[in-house]
């Protein structure tokens, strides 16, 4: 008991543990904050996997939808409610 005391009142000792504890808690790069970044990187890295996927599934509906007319024509109806100058067009909303 009496060597926990010895070093409990060494300068080193105390500055070591206090550089410690500045480094886990207290600094602006301690080693939580560290962490929550890692943590934020990967769920980033997930996130641009999927925004890659999704923009290789639109660039290939886009050529098919550029190479074929009526699939062109369908696309903008559906999506756009385009229509002809002679034809009415209903929306029905489901609630």
């Keep these: ?8 009142g060494n300068f080193y000792f105390l500055s070591i543990v ?3 504890f500045w480094m886990i808690f207290i600094d602006s790069n301690s080693v939580i904050i560290h ?3 890692t943590k934020k990187l990967w769920n980033l890295e ?4 999927y925004y890659q996927e999704k ?3 639109i660039k ?5 939808l550029m190479s074929n007319a009526e699939l062109l024509e369908k696309f903008a109806r559906e ?3 385009m229509k002809k100058p002679t034809e009415d067009l209903y929306v029905v909303v489901e609630k």
Excluded: G, P, S, V
């Design 60 to 64: 290939t509906e886009r050529e098919e």
């Design 46 to 49: 997930n996130q641009k996997e």
């Design 18 to 20: 206090f550089f410690l």
């Design 55 to 57: 923009k290789q599934q």
């Design 79 to 81: 999506r756009y409610l």
């Design 1 to 8: 008991m009496k060597k926990i005391f010895k070093y409990a």
């Design 35 to 37: 962490l929550r970044l």
